[in-house]
């Protein structure tokens, strides 16, 4: 991932992120407090309006309560003769209608309507009421039966029912039924009174989904399923969210004191939510300005920031690669970032001039170790001398004289040839030839040699005098040495991209305190040798001048097991 999408995700990711959910958190737990306050301000207002409903239908239990028992009542049911005169009608208007809130109540007998007032209802429409058979079950207990339960709000004439069975006061037995009607008037007056949030309403529902009354007067005697009506429904809090006339709303619930009736406040959730909607308002606005911060912040900051890194990262690129270009800025800050560039710029500059400055210097001292190295030949004067000196060992038929100042001459025209550095490896191993030819005159038969130089290897081109030091120190501390006669191989061969030369003899070898005297040509305790050579570093060198690290000298060597040097020369045609 890029730099600057990892910094705008951190941004996000720590500030956009953190405001989102503080928001939603936030707007969560007020709407969750708003819901429980709600519902236990609604808890309350249904506890007291049941009360308040238990005592007004207490009062007028209590009337019923006291006519049943009354002589008129229990003579008129126990005696099939017995007539109701008018007194007797007054009284038991007197006993019953004395309470402004009923309108009327019926009187029967086990089987015939004995009296009514104001409501004219036979004794076989009673039995087809829906209330009848849960009144002949309550056992004399006052039933009731509200005006959605009964079908009288639908009539338009709606009625709170009370109805119950009179027994016998001594004996208990059946002897008749009681109807009372109420005034829904009671239950207005209670649920007028009772605590509601604006649009809120307060239901009155029977067990079988009925609404027996409610606040706002509607849908009264229309039915609708609430979960807390079922049997098995387990009781976890008193309130709960689900749709209600089309509407989402929070609803709670209380069992009232008569047990075929719930309470249920109704409460719209866009009320509730309405609350909270200002806490949602800010986390959106604070949402909205931490994104639009972090979008400021990238196009103002991060993106002139990363644009700083990446140049110098690009800059750093192209100096591993050799190339010390300034880096240009387009935006200016006067921060660390352009004191990054500044300094990028100046370490690169700095090392620009010091890398030129020393090329300049390894050049110069590549040609004067060049120089030096040619001056430890034999000058040039020599090449002349030595042609006078064979025309005279001519003149007086001395052959042998002849052979060796002809390779002396061949050996020292190489020697001389200091405008030529590279030659053809043919040519080395000629000059080496002409070395080891001399050399047989002064060591007779004590050595052999042999020159291996595959016909492909020949003309390609090679630092000159790499070989003939090598087979100068096998002459003087191997086969000199040596009672036996020596051998000296020389031997060459390509791999992959560079050519390998071997200088191998069977001498006595020698350990690694003798190799390091080799090496850096002194301490060999013969004159004659460290007086007229270049010396084993001195061709490693000259190699690791001209062609690099990975080429030069690997020797190998181990007391009585005799010597073996490489050289490792890369393939340059001519």
């Known amino acids: 991932m890029k730099l600057r999408r990892k910094i705008l995700f951190a941004i996000i990711l720590l500030v956009f992120i953190p405001v989102i959910l503080m928001g939603i958190v936030t707007y969560v737990n007020f709407s969750n407090a708003m819901e429980k306050k709600s519902s236990n301000f609604y808890w309350v207002s249904l506890l007291e309006t049941d009360r308040k409903l238990k005592f007004a239908l207490s009062e007028i239990s209590s009337i019923s309560n006291s006519a049943i028992t009354q002589p008129v009542i229990q003579q008129s049911l126990k005696q099939s003769n017995f007539v109701l005169t008018y007194d007797r009608k007054q009284e038991l208007n007197n006993l019953l209608i004395n309470h402004p809130m009923i309108t009327s109540f019926s009187l029967y007998s086990k089987d015939r309507l004995l009296y009514q007032y104001n409501a004219p209802m036979s004794f076989e429409?009673?039995?087809?009421?829906?209330?009848?058979?849960?009144?002949?079950?309550?056992?004399?207990?006052?039933?009731?039966?509200?005006?959605?339960?009964?079908?009288?709000?639908?009539?338009?004439?709606?009625?709170?029912?009370?109805?119950?069975?009179?027994?016998?006061?001594?004996?208990?037995?059946?002897?008749?039924?009681?109807?009372?009607?109420?005034?829904?008037?009671?239950?207005?007056?209670?649920?007028?009174?009772?605590?509601?949030?604006?649009?809120?309403?307060?239901?009155?529902?029977?067990?079988?989904?009925?609404?027996?009354?409610?606040?706002?007067?509607?849908?009264?005697?229309?039915?609708?399923?609430?979960?807390?009506?079922?049997?098995?429904?387990?009781?976890?809090?008193?309130?709960?969210?689900?749709?209600?006339?089309?509407?989402k709303s929070l609803i709670t619930f209380l069992p009232s004191h008569n047990k075929d009736w719930y309470l249920a406040a109704i409460t719209p959730m866009n009320l509730i939510s309405s609350e909270s909607i200002s806490i949602r308002n800010i986390a959106i606005i604070l949402s909205t300005v931490s994104l639009l911060s972090a979008i400021l912040f990238d196009r103002y900051f991060v993106r002139r920031l990363v644009y700083s890194i990446n140049s110098a990262v690009n800059g750093m690129k192209r100096v591993k690669q050799g190339i010390f270009t300034p880096i240009t800025t387009r935006y200016r800050a006067d921060d660390e970032s352009d004191f990054l560039i500044d300094g990028f710029n100046r370490m690169s500059t700095q090392i620009n001039e010091l890398i030129v400055q020393v090329q300049t210097e390894q050049?110069?001292?590549?040609?004067a170790e060049m120089?030096?190295?040619?001056?430890?030949?034999?000058?040039?004067?020599?090449?002349?001398?030595?042609?006078?000196?064979?025309?005279?060992?001519?003149?007086?038929?001395?052959?042998?004289?002849?052979?060796?100042?002809?390779?002396?001459?061949?050996?020292?025209?190489?020697?001389?040839s200091q405008n030529q550095e590279l030659i053809p490896l043919q040519m080395e191993f000629e000059h080496v030839r002409h070395y080891l030819d001399i050399q047989k005159f002064r060591f007779e038969d004590e050595f052999s040699y042999i020159i291996n130089l595959p016909e492909g290897l020949r003309t390609?081109?090679?630092?000159?005098?790499?070989?003939?030091?090598?087979?100068?120190?096998?002459?003087?501390?191997?086969?000199?040495?040596?009672?036996?006669?020596?051998?000296?191989?020389i031997t060459a061969y390509e791999m992959g991209t560079d050519m390998i030369i071997i200088v191998k003899d069977n001498g006595p070898g020698f350990d690694l305190a003798k190799m390091m005297n080799l090496w850096d040509n002194v301490g060999g305790g013969q004159k004659k040798y460290s007086d007229s050579g270049v010396g084993l570093k001195n061709v490693h060198e000259r190699l690791n001048i001209r062609f690099g690290s990975p080429y030069g000298l690997l020797v190998c060597s181990s007391p009585g097991f005799g010597s073996t040097i490489r050289i490792r020369i890369p393939k340059i045609l001519p």
């Open 125 to 247: 429409e009673m039995k087809k009421q829906s209330w009848f058979h849960t009144m002949e079950s309550a056992e004399g207990r006052p039933v009731w039966s509200g005006p959605g339960e009964n079908g009288s709000a639908l009539s338009g004439h709606p009625v709170l029912v009370q109805a119950r069975v009179i027994k016998d006061y001594y004996s208990l037995e059946d002897i008749g039924y009681l109807v009372v009607n109420v005034k829904p008037d009671l239950l207005d007056q209670i649920f007028w009174e009772a605590a509601t949030l604006k649009k809120g309403d307060i239901l009155l529902v029977n067990k079988l989904g009925n609404i027996v009354f409610n606040k706002s007067g509607e849908h009264i005697g229309q039915r609708t399923e609430f979960p807390f009506l079922e049997n098995d429904y387990a009781k976890e809090q008193n309130y709960y969210i689900d749709n209600y006339q089309g509407e």
């Open 363 to 367: 050049g110069r001292k590549k040609e």
């Open 371 to 416: 120089k030096a190295l040619m001056a430890q030949i034999n000058p040039h004067f020599i090449y002349n001398s030595l042609e006078s000196i064979n025309s005279m060992a001519v003149l007086q038929g001395n052959k042998d004289i002849s052979k060796m100042v002809i390779s002396l001459g061949k050996l020292l025209r190489i020697s001389i």
């Open 460 to 489: 390609f081109m090679t630092q000159k005098l790499i070989v003939q030091p090598i087979v100068e120190n096998a002459l003087y501390h191997a086969i000199e040495p040596m009672e036996d006669p020596g051998i000296i191989e």
